[in-house]
């Protein structure tokens, strides 16, 4: 949601720069799009005009004498916004058509044909908001048509604004004489960024590398039960150490007993039962093999291994004083055959019958043409193979039905090892659906990846719960872009949810959002799925984000409450840019690929920057990560 028309017109001139260096006019739909195109304009130093279309019902009877009216109104309007002057030329040139929003887009459609007529180079139609079916009809018609957000129900262009009152012709008159020069452009930007730092820095709190102070990690958190710690890539030392080093003082001096990661169920188990000193693997690395594959350095990474390492030490520890342990779990949904495997060893050693069952219903997936869970989506998806839905419900119902046969070996290892087994099943009916899905939309696979990692969560907590007197207390890793309440976001109006935003529903002020972010650096990443980690060079955050504020604060990293003070939370809550990277890093396509629009203090209770990072260090290091990615500047010759 956009606070008003002028922060939805910023927000859709970052999307514009493409057209910067172009011969441009930007033209407004008065009176609403006005607003909304003069900061376009100014983002661009584009010259600004103004466009007026207007809606009439006519009577068969009557139609010479409305057209005579209305288009001596028409002709009064434009001659009165532009004080006398002639409209601008647009021959030859590229015309960005501005309104505050389209529903059916009839009125956008006159403007377009009657622009045609003054024989403009490009023809480009821009809004804060529309649905997604007039901006299709609209691209048959145009050159380009960009559009902030396409919210999913769509129900009026005003439910995304916070203010939408009435545009007056004062109002429309003063914009079009204001200067959008560059020069003038960029003055009022730096004015109003360097107004913002200034209101921002005196709540800045220390965090050498990251780290805030324990007092004020406690002021934060509180009594919440589940604190959520992002990362703004998946590839960044100083993210996972900060949040290594934050999540040992919630556990030492907090009492927090879990860590759930945005990792797969089985492969982060397998640490758990190493950190509770049980299982096989004698030491950390052996731990973390069971992350083999793509991008197998998230997990297995120097900073892992030191704080799978300490919390071992620290469940010794804690047990022979009597105190509470803490675990290592996974919420993800990615482990469809694991799992499955996982599964069947379990009723192997409980109840080889059942083991047998599960087997054949399983076997539905051996008649998929690859092991991939995408290929088995895609083909169950199409039509061109089998779905195994019925099976993989039948087995966790099955499952769930004897869980208290199950459980009639006394202690709580039977308890956990049934847990274990049943959140492997669950996985293996979410994969099952999650892979079918994703070949039916973006938004539908998401939401059903972080549903399964919200209720994961909850199952966690539950069985935690039913072994302590006290409330279980989590800490969860996950990207900033899960962890982030998505009602604070872009994607949130497309009708995306993330795990941040369901926690903060089911739990209310029990819970925190702590996001992680930075300006330039290095990163480990990868330059397609399933390709080789390397150490890329991070491009220094782009203009108008939360990063570049962040940036001019002027501190190596700092600790910042979004919602502690009233004003910092509104000058927080303007629409941004923010940068996220996941395994892939694609910097020839920065903005597109890696920033989205958002809230700051609507999608995180805080947020920690570290200004300068450098890349994670796999276990596995290969002649690419270590050489790294050379700068652009480097010399080709001498």
């Not at 048959?140 to 604004?161: I, L, Y």
């Not at 989506?377 to 779905?387: I, K, R, T």
């Not at 079918?436 to 199952?459: E, Q, Y």
């Not at 207390?473 to 998505?486: C, E, F, I, Q, Y």
């Amino acid at each position: 949601m956009f606070e008003d028309r002028r922060e939805a017109g910023r927000a859709l001139g970052e999307l514009l720069t493409a057209y910067r260096d172009d011969d441009v006019v930007v033209l407004g739909l008065a009176r609403g799009g006005v607003p909304v195109a003069w900061e376009v304009a100014a983002a661009l130093g584009a010259p600004l005009d103004t466009v007026v279309v207007r809606e009439i019902g006519i009577a068969p009877d009557r139609v010479n004498d409305v057209v005579d009216r209305e288009a001596r109104e028409l002709a009064r309007r434009e001659s009165a916004y532009r004080g006398g002057r002639a409209p601008l030329d647009v021959a030859g040139k590229v015309v960005i058509v501005v309104d505050d929003g389209l529903a059916t887009g009839s009125t956008m459609v006159a403007a377009i044909n009657a622009l045609r007529q003054r024989h403009p180079r490009r023809i480009v139609v821009a809004v804060p908001v529309a649905p997604a079916s007039t901006c299709r009809e609209l691209a048959a018609m145009v050159d380009d048509v960009v559009c902030v957000t396409t919210p999913f129900p769509f129900r009026s262009v005003g439910e995304s604004f916070r203010d939408f009152s009435r545009v007056e012709d004062a109002e429309v008159r003063t914009l079009v004489d204001r200067p959008t020069a560059a020069g003038d452009a960029a003055r009022a930007r730096a004015r109003h960024l360097r107004s913002v730092v200034d209101l921002v820095r005196p709540t800045c709190r220390r965090a050498p590398a990251g780290v805030p102070d324990p007092a004020d990690l406690r002021d934060l958190v509180g009594d919440a039960r589940i604190v959520l710690i992002g990362e703004s890539s998946h590839g960044t030392h100083e993210f996972y150490a900060a949040r290594a080093e934050i999540t040992r003082t919630l556990i030492e001096e907090m009492g927090f007993t879990a860590v759930a990661a945005e990792a797969d169920w089985p492969d982060a188990y397998r640490i758990n039962r190493f950190v509770h000193h049980e299982g096989p693997d004698s030491t950390a690395e052996q731990s973390l093999r069971g992350f083999e594959r793509f991008p197998a350095w998230m997990w297995r990474n120097t900073v892992m291994v030191d704080f799978v390492s300490w919390l071992r030490r620290h469940n010794a520890d804690a047990a022979a004083d009597g105190g509470s342990t803490a675990g290592f779990y996974g919420l993800d949904i990615y482990s469809l055959h694991r799992s499955m495997h996982e599964v069947i060893d379990y009723l192997d050693r409980v109840d080889p019958r059942a083991a047998g069952r599960a087997r054949e219903r399983y076997a539905c997936f051996d008649r998929s043409p690859s092991s991939d869970g995408q290929a088995y989506g895609y083909a169950a998806a199409f039509g061109a193979g089998e779905s195994c839905e019925t099976e993989v419900v039948d087995q966790l119902r099955e499952l769930q039905r004897h869980a208290i046969d199950y459980l009639r070996a006394d202690g709580l290892d039977a308890e956990n090892e049934q847990f274990h087994a049943e959140r492997n099943a669950w996985s293996v009916r979410n994969a099952e659906h999650y892979y079918r899905a994703m070949f039916r939309g973006n938004v539908r696979s998401w939401n059903l990846r972080d549903g399964h990692m919200a209720d994961t969560l909850d199952a966690l907590i539950d069985h935690l719960e039913r072994h302590n007197d006290d409330s279980a207390r989590v800490v969860v890793w996950a990207h900033n872009s899960h962890v982030g309440d998505a009602h604070a976001t872009e994607y949130g109006a497309r009708g995306q949810l993330t795990l941040g935003h369901l926690v903060r529903q089911r739990n209310r002020d029990q819970c925190r959002l702590i996001g992680l972010t930075t300006h330039h650096g290095t990163v480990t990443a990868a330059r397609e799925w399933g390709g080789t980690a390397e150490r890329r060079i991070v491009r220094p955050a782009l203009a108008g984000s939360i990063e570049e504020l962040f940036h001019e604060i002027g501190e190596d990293s700092f600790f910042l409450r979004t919602t502690a003070d009233d004003t910092v939370a509104d000058a927080l809550r303007d629409v941004r840019l923010e940068r996220a990277i996941g395994v892939i890093y694609l910097p020839e396509s920065e903005r597109d690929s890696h920033y989205f629009h958002a809230r700051p203090s609507d999608q995180f209770d805080a947020v920690i920057h570290i200004d300068t990072t450098r890349a994670l260090e796999p276990l596995e290091t290969t002649g690419v990560w270590v050489d790294g990615e050379r700068p652009e500047t480097y010399p080709t010759s001498l």
